[in-house]
């Protein structure tokens, strides 16, 4: 139940040919305190609720709790999420032994792409591919919970 990834801006859209998936994902926060987030997920057509506690010093690990729930399920729960309903499309690309989970973001995150990859240990070596750009781990304001509060389009340096 712990999750070690870590997390990367992405420069441009070469990982889209190279994706073998994709996916409409909505998503809202029940609670989006840093030191534990409830979220709720609709990705396609199958609910989530997930627990996630705080991250470690380095911001690669933490606690993941995760259940899928009936699709009405996660949509009566969304009405009741916090303000700040994210809207994504989640792209899945592998990259020699691991996948990369790339997420582009729309409404008021849009122009935001993030890129993270899950490993089983925090020092794992992997592949950085091209179209991959500045790492982002444990920069809290890149979390899901946070862009919920304070969306990329309202950030001052965009």
């Known amino acids: 139940m712990l999750e070690i990834e870590r997390k990367f801006l992405v420069k441009t859209e070469a990982f889209k040919p190279e994706a073998f998936s994709q ?6 926060y029940l609670n989006s305190n840093p030191e534990r987030s409830v979220r709720i997920r609709i990705r396609e057509n199958t609910g989530y609720l997930t627990i996630k506690g705080k991250s470690d010093e380095s911001g690669t690990t933490r606690f993941e709790w995760e259940k899928k729930i009936d699709k009405k399920e ?11 309903v994210i809207s994504k499309i989640r792209y899945e690309v592998k990259v020699d032994e691991h996948v990369y989970e790339v997420d582009e973001f729309f409404d008021e995150n849009a122009g935001l792409v993030l890129a993270e990859i899950e490993l089983n240990t925090a020092d794992e070596n992997f592949i950085k591919p091209d179209w991959l750009g500045v790492e982002v ?3 809290v304001r890149y ?15 965009n």
């Open 143 to 157: 979390y899901n919970s946070q862009l919920s509060k304070n969306p990329f389009t309202l950030w001052k340096e």
């Open 23 to 28: 996916s409409e994902i909505k998503q809202g």
């Open 137 to 139: 781990t444990g920069n």
């Open 74 to 84: 996660a949509e009566a729960l969304l009405k009741l999420c916090e303000p700040g």
